[in-house]
């Protein structure tokens, strides 16, 4: 009989399958097409793991009142940022799974791009006809490590913003400063 641990070890094995875009029944990959490759879903795969993971390892916080953003120098020294450009979403992803999430606040990418926004590292525009906006880069992006990459989703291109190896070494060496500032 299977114990709960393995339950949520063989559910989290499914949903990061699913997240990574591979079929967890016949380990084919999932066709574009699918609503599983949308970024949105995606994101939800990653999140439903992460709780599986705390609640695994008893590091779940249920309704956290945590109100400030905390990492220690070990922490940090955990921290493993994949190769190549990522973006905000994906370097918070990694330095949360490096937190004592009893003590700080999950780190976001709204919360990183607010404050790049507010040191001119990025910008922002309105799209005229459906008035979303949009982070993007500014003339000084490029020297702190941040440029614009195209993606494809479903056949359809857009822009995103994505650090290089300079910007994953910014955020990290300035990351308890960028957290500390108002938003």
Request: net charge negative; glycine share 6%; proline share 4%.
């Amino acid at each position: 009989m299977m114990s709960d641990f393995d339950k949520m070890d063989k559910a989290r094995a499914v949903l990061m399958k699913i997240a990574k875009g591979i079929n967890p029944l016949t380990g084919d990959p999932i066709t574009d097409e699918s609503f599983l490759n949308d970024p949105k879903i995606i994101r939800c795969f990653y999140f439903i793991a992460e709780v599986l993971d705390n609640v695994r390892n008893g590091t779940y916080v249920r309704n956290s009142k945590l109100t400030s953003f905390s990492i220690s120098p070990e922490q940090k020294e955990m921290v493993v940022l994949p190769e190549g450009p990522i973006g905000v979403t994906e370097f918070s992803k990694h330095v949360n799974m490096c937190i004592d999430q009893s003590v700080s606040k999950k780190l976001t990418g709204v919360e990183i791009n607010k404050r790049l926004k507010k040191m001119g590292v990025l910008g922002e525009e309105t799209n005229p006809v459906t008035g979303k906006s949009r982070t993007v880069t500014t003339p000084n992006s490029r020297e702190y490590g941040f440029e614009m990459m195209t993606r494809s989703f479903n056949g359809s291109e857009y822009d995103m913003v994505v650090m290089n190896d300079t910007g994953k070494r910014y955020l990290m060496d300035h990351l308890e400063e960028m957290m500390s500032m108002e938003a």
